[in-house]
């Protein structure tokens, strides 16, 4: 879980301590926002290394804009490739009606 305003660096540097793919969750727009970033690969073409300071807010809309992004921060030597997942229809409104408060009668 991130968020926005965190650097892409940062939280890809705590991406790197799973060594593999990772979902990287935010909140945006009061939406639960889910980004899934793939292993490093050696067959992906080395790109180079995103902005210093680049904010995963600022990333997400790059992601979205191409529909995924192959992308390399400073901690790695080849590049991975980043897409957001569709968003998941809420379940609140569905499973709301079949609940009801039970006060305590006071």
Same mark, same amino acid.
């Given at each position: 879980m991130t968020? !926005?305003?965190?650097? &892409?660096?940062? &939280?890809? +540097?705590?991406v790197s301590v799973h060594m +593999? !793919?990772?979902?990287?969750?935010? @909140? *945006?727009?009061? *939406?639960?926002?889910? %980004?899934? @970033? $793939? *292993?490093t690969c050696d $067959?992906?073409? @080395? &790109?180079? @290394?995103? !902005?210093?300071?680049l904010c995963v807010s600022q990333f997400l809309t790059m992601v979205r804009d191409e529909g995924h992004q192959t992308f390399r921060v400073k901690y790695w030597k080849y590049s991975a490739v980043a897409h957001v997942l569709p968003p998941v229809p809420s %379940? *609140?409104?569905e499973y709301s009606a079949g609940y009801r408060h039970v006060g305590s009668g006071v």
């Open positions: 968020q !926005p305003t965190e650097t &892409v660096d940062e &939280v890809m +540097g705590l +593999g !793919p990772a979902l990287v969750a935010l @909140i *945006e727009d009061d *939406e639960l926002v889910f %980004l899934h @970033i $793939s *292993e $067959s992906l073409r @080395i &790109v180079d @290394i995103v !902005p210093d300071g %379940l *609140e409104a």
